[in-house]
């Protein structure tokens, strides 16, 4: 247990399971509608944000990828502003070094028209730029006719974001707990590794177990994760690039594709990758290895295979081509005019996409997705832009837990 002495007796009005952004920005939210309200966190390792929250790029996108009537889109404009707002607040670093994305042919500049249109409709700044224009900006970065600039694009330390987020909540009054995990759900709040918890409510945060846990409650009937593994690597070159590069994504999927980061402290990644994955922390080697979850994803992805729902078998094959390294860098190639694989030889530590299935149409979840009712609520589906959208998607979910307890 931690220094913020949680008891076994007192009666918290919300546990919150999960100790990673949006676990953090809940119970903030929580206290910021009332400082009264006894919070109790829990998270399963030693530290907080361990997993994607600590491990993603720290982007704060712009919001220009989501369709208008999704809350990713809602949320994402607003949470980029309310995250460059906290961490200035807080006198944490922000590195507000905007994002170009580029086209490589003809068919690709109908991608970037699509962008712009959600760009548009969605309120958020996307400038078109000339090559000559997109080299004022960054004189490395290879133009195909145009590009789109967006000016809002910042990276942030997401480690540091998630530890002051967490003195914030303790010196507010939380309890946080440590190296606990959920066992079940008791008539009268939690069952931990750490003993029974009395809670009037509980919120699941747990990212990679959250449908797992959502399961204990009776909930996540049709839904499971399926986890997606993120490589990236650091260049040795820091001065490679001043803005982040993005390729054209497919937005049939919800991943990316491989771009050019730039962190909060100017060193340049390439990355990351979206293979999938054979257990849920399956970051390197057997580490962690789980063989209930080996078999139960193992399942999923061979159904997937078979029926190839959304075109699964190309993008498994595309992803795991990426391991081999000379591939890997050769997509990013494209991007610059000056590029060395030389240069990208440094690993960084791998991260999980906590992807929500619908079991039953077998298609990804593209958008934030909760199920609950007036004792708990489970954020299923929390992928990127989680980190950015954070603080409202915690108005969004502490929304819902106050309608659901009416």
């Known amino acids: 247990m931690n220094d913020s002495n949680p008891s076994n007796n007192k009666q918290y009005d919300y546990a ?18 009332n400082k009264n309200f006894k919070i109790l966190l829990i998270e399963k390792e030693n530290s907080i944000a361990e997993h994607s929250s600590g491990r993603n790029s720290g982007v704060l996108h712009a919001g220009f990828y989501y369709t208008a009537d999704s809350l990713k889109a809602r949320f994402c404009r607003e949470g980029n502003l309310a995250m460059q707002r906290f961490c200035i607040d807080n006198n944490l670093p922000v590195n507000q070094c905007g994002k170009l994305v580029v086209a490589r042919d003809e068919e690709e500049l109908l991608g970037l028209e699509e962008l712009k249109r959600r760009a548009d409709k969605n309120g958020v700044e996307l400038v078109w730029k000339t090559p000559e224009e997109a080299h004022k900006i960054d004189p490395n970065v290879a133009v195909f006719k145009k590009a789109l600039w967006s000016p809002s694009t910042s990276t942030v330390d997401p480690v540091q974001v998630c530890k002051k987020i967490l003195e914030n909540i303790k010196q507010s009054g939380a309890d946080v707990i440590l190296n ?6 008791t008539s009268n709040g939690i ?11 509980v919120i699941n945060s747990a990212g990679l177990y959250a449908d797992l846990i959502a399961k204990k409650f009776g909930f996540s009937k049709s839904r499971v994760i399926l986890p997606f593994k993120g490589i990236y690597l650091k260049s040795s070159n820091s001065s490679l690039v001043s803005t982040n590069v993005y390729p054209v994504p497919n937005l049939a ?10 962190t909060v402290d100017g060193q340049v990644k390439i990355g990351p990758t979206a293979i999938p994955a054979f257990w849920r922390e399956n970051y390197v080697g057997f580490s962690r290895f789980s063989l209930s979850e080996f078999f139960s994803i193992a399942y999923w992805q061979t159904k997937l295979l078979l029926s190839n729902a959304f075109n699964f078998r190309k993008l498994a094959w595309t992803e ?3 391991y081999y390294r000379p591939h890997f860098l050769s997509l990013g190639r494209y991007m610059l005019n000056n590029f060395k694989a030389d240069y990208f030889t440094k690993k960084v530590k791998p991260g999980i996409r906590a992807q929500l299935l619908d079991t039953t149409t077998l298609k990804l979840v593209q958008d934030f997705e909760m199920e609950g009712d007036n004792k708990s609520l ?21 929304d819902e837990v106050l309608r659901l307890q009416k």
């Open 180 to 185: 606990t995990r959920l066992i079940s759900k």
């Open 16 to 33: 919150i399971i999960g100790g990673g952004v949006i676990g953090l920005t809940t119970a903030f939210e929580l206290l910021n509608r």
């Open 253 to 262: 999927n919800p991943f990316l594709g491989v771009h050019f980061t730039v």
């Open 191 to 201: 069952q931990t590794t750490q003993g029974n918890f009395k809670a009037n409510y």
């Open 320 to 322: 795991i081509r990426k």
């Open 378 to 398: 489970h954020v299923l589906n929390a992928v990127s832009p989680a980190f950015t959208c954070s603080f409202p998607l915690a108005k969004h979910i502490v």
